[in-house]
């Protein structure tokens, strides 16, 4: 029973995933068609700005739609092809999205405290991308996993950030700005935190299990 339990937590998690991926990214596609928003002060902010908006909009929403096929241990069998496609266009989403995102970040609501983590992440972001691409160039395909693993953490901070921000505002109902600031840190460090345990369970799994029979051979002698 455990073990179907286990099946069932997995692909009930994993399609979590992919559907708030998806969500976010389709907002991302339709955000520069909705009107604007009189008293939103992202409205008024992105409606002066430049290119940026539209590039970190849709070639953000670009990396988000594609980070699902990037993790599908199904398609990189099947459909290897396809996968190494659908990776570049999510490499070159990142490091043009990223110089966007750069830009905004100067700018973001929520002053220093929030810049700060924008402006981290945007030079994190295709630090991480292109560490795993050169692990992939090198035949380091584990190498290649782990990091993309971690680029992809980052690129789903976007779905983490309005979490927190539904969260806090929404059913806590707490003040804007504080929760803004949280989310800009909590939405891509939460997601790395938790992309580094996923990573290393298998080895810290193995060493417990090393351990525990290590103690009962003790045990027995």
């Known amino acids: 029973m455990w073990r179907w339990l286990g099946i069932m937590g997995r692909f009930s998690a994993k399609t979590i ?10 907002y991302a596609f339709a955000f520069l068609y909705l009107p604007f928003q009189t008293g939103n002060p ?3 902010q992105f409606a002066i700005s430049g290119v940026d908006v539209p590039l970190h909009f849709f070639l953000g929403g670009l990396a988000l739609a594609l980070a699902p096929l990037q993790l599908s241990a199904g398609l990189r069998r099947r459909a290897p092809a396809l996968h190494r496609l659908s990776g570049w266009l999510y490499v070159a989403a990142v490091l043009i999205g990223s110089v966007s995102a750069f830009s905004l970040a100067l700018n973001a609501q929520g002053g220093v405290p929030s810049r700060a983590s924008f402006i981290l992440m945007a030079l994190l972001w295709p630090c991480l991308t292109v560490i795993g691409i050169q692990r992939a160039i090198v035949g380091d395909t584990a190498g290649h996993r782990r990091w ?3 680029s992809v953490a980052l690129t789903y901070s976007a779905v983490t950030l309005r979490l927190v921000l539904g969260i806090g505002t929404g ?3 707490l003040p804007f700005i504080p929760v803004y600031i949280a989310a800009a840190w909590s939405g ?4 790395l935190a938790v992309c580094e345990l996923l990573l290393r369970w298998p080895a810290i799994r193995s060493r417990r299990s090393s351990l525990r029979v290590a103690g009962l051979d003790t045990v027995a002698s």
């Open 17 to 26: 995933f992919v559907l708030l991926a998806l969500a976010v990214a389709s």
């Open 148 to 150: 993309m693993c971690r």
């Open 42 to 44: 992202f409205s008024a």
């Open 171 to 173: 059913a806590l109902q």
């Open 188 to 191: 891509w460090t939460i997601n």
